[in-house]
Each structure stands twice: as structure tokens, then as C-alpha cells.
């Protein structure tokens, strides 16, 4: 798709601006998530709690940055909560 006039061009430029943000910001959570699925595998109770935590405040930024509804990272939390309390 050519965009022609200054108005789109400059729409353009801001959505792909936008694209490579939110996409490194969901990286970050699916390796934040990461974390805490590879320290509950390992078993390492204080390690999936700080990893746990920082998942946490990670899918809260996430959803205050509208990258994803609230309902979603809430679900995420409360799995990774489950998996790691079932590990004390």
C-alpha cells in the first residue's frame, strides 16, 4: 500500500513506531513469564517468587499501556500464582 498524502505518510511512520514498541513490550512479558515457568520446572521455590513478582508488575504495566485487557493478564497471573504456590 503506497500512502500518498503527508497526513498518511506521517500515520504510517507512527504505526510502525508503535508496532516495534508494543511488540518489544510483549517480549518482555513472554520472557518475564518464561522466567517463572523455568524456575517452577526447576523447583526453586525463592526464585519463582521474585520471577513471580516481576511477572506481576510487568502484565500490570502491560495492561496500563493497552498492550493487553486487564482480564487477560489476570488469568497469566493467576496461573503463574497457582504454579508457584503449589511449589511451597
Not at 16 to 35: D, P
Not at 64 to 83: W, Y
Amino acid at each position: 500500500m503506497a500512502v500518498r498524502h503527508q497526513s498518511a505518510i506521517k500515520a504510517a511512520r507512527q504505526a510502525e513506531k508503535r508496532r516495534e514498541r508494543n511488540r518489544a513490550a510483549l517480549n518482555t512479558v513472554k520472557s518475564q513469564i518464561k522466567r517463572v515457568a523455568t524456575a517452577v520446572e526447576s523447583k526453586k521455590a525463592d526464585e519463582a517468587k521474585t520471577a513471580l513478582r516481576e511477572a506481576t508488575a510487568t502484565l500490570a504495566k502491560a495492561v496500563s499501556k493497552g498492550l493487553m485487557k486487564p482480564n487477560t493478564a489476570s488469568r497469566r497471573i493467576s496461573r503463574l500464582a497457582h504454579q508457584v504456590n503449589a511449589l511451597a
